[in-house]
């Protein structure tokens, strides 16, 4: 990233710290306006709804000007090949344009010109492989994978975007799993992948959104490592089916039913722990996801109740746990237990945020048309002499 661009993501980090702080009553007034001079951010931050329909109205230009284009060259492979990597380069240098300029880095078109750069870039790529190299399904696919794992890797150390950091992990692990062995390699990766990224999500050195993209790729990791020891994706042999190779060569290991229905226990329990002893709440939220599949992993192979009894059952199980928890919390002393608290502090306020947008979208529907009636006289009387007339 930019320095420029670091420095306004730290800006706005700690600015946004200071609101909430503010908000929950940790400081005043005058303290958040001192932290605010400390940190100034040049930056335009329109609401989350004005982004996202700047993106899209965006993103439709683009593509309807790739269209005439595709048009105008009546579909000519060679030709179609250029112009997307034409429109590629085009959208990546705007990205890298829109991103050094602080009006105009947060409204949505960069993210936008981004993801249709690195699109139009991959599948000018697979026309290319496919049609003038003429490689072989498999040999296409494998590079195709590698070349995305690749392109949205390089496109999240440059914008720091966490969806890059998703689709790169997501790129990855397909091709992992494509190649001999991809179940145990998921499962080695997964960990190694978990490893690397737990110990950057505090690293000062990164700017914030390389930090909560190294918590999605850690939340990437634990998801590939329960996928590869889940007892269900054991039996059907899910990333086997994915492979290039012929499913008998995939790994056997022995006593490999045990293992998975033990894991599926335990990991969702380990990740719940670790999340209580980080106090992450995104480590929560998955590990909650998680014991959740292995709910339906268990029904699949003990069928005590149809699934639409067990998912109602379970949830209606984690809603009274989730108000037994708060109602603890709010009767402890302090209403705080080992630094957990029902008390909504500034981190909730981004959430708030969010929803906030539903209502806003509502306004920007047209009024109901209102029924204003028009003159409606009355009548009267002329005449005279006991002659009378109605008008």
Known sequence: MRPDSVAWERAAEVRGAADGWRRAGFIDEPTERAVQAIFPDPCVTPSAVWRVLNAGAVAAVILFSFGA?????????????????????????????????PRLARRGAAGA????????????????????????????????????TLAWAAGCRRWGSPFFAALAAASLFLFLARLPNGRLLWLLGGVALAGACARRLDASAWAPSHRRSAAVLLVGGIVAVYAAINAYSLDARLLESVARFSPDRGLRWPGAGVL????????PVAVLAWGVGARRTFLLDTGIVLAACSLLTLRHYVRVAPLWAVLVLAG??????????????????????????????????RRQRALEVIPVVATLT?????????????GGRFGGGGATERF
């Open 113 to 148: 010109t981004a993801v249709l750069g690195a699109g139009f870039l991959l599948v000018g790529l697979a026309l290319f492989l496919g049609e003038t190299l003429r490689l072989r399904l498999d040999d296409g696919i494998d590079l195709l994978l590698i070349a995305s």
């Open 316 to 349: 209606v199980a984690v809603v009274m746990l989730a108000l037994a928890v708060e109602r603890m919390l709010r009767r402890a002393p302090g209403r705080e237990i080992g630094g957990f608290t029902a008390e909504p502090l500034f981190s909730d306020e």
């Open 69 to 101: 284009f595709a048009v105008a060259v009546r579909g000519s492979s060679g030709a179609v090949q250029a112009g997307l990597l034409l429109f590629a380069v085009a959208c990546l240098a705007a990205t890298d344009r829109v991103e050094a300029s």
């Open 366 to 378: 047209p009024p109901a048309p209102v029924d204003r009636p028009g003159f409606a006289g009355e």
């Open 260 to 267: 998975a229905a033990t894991a599926n226990a335990v990991v």
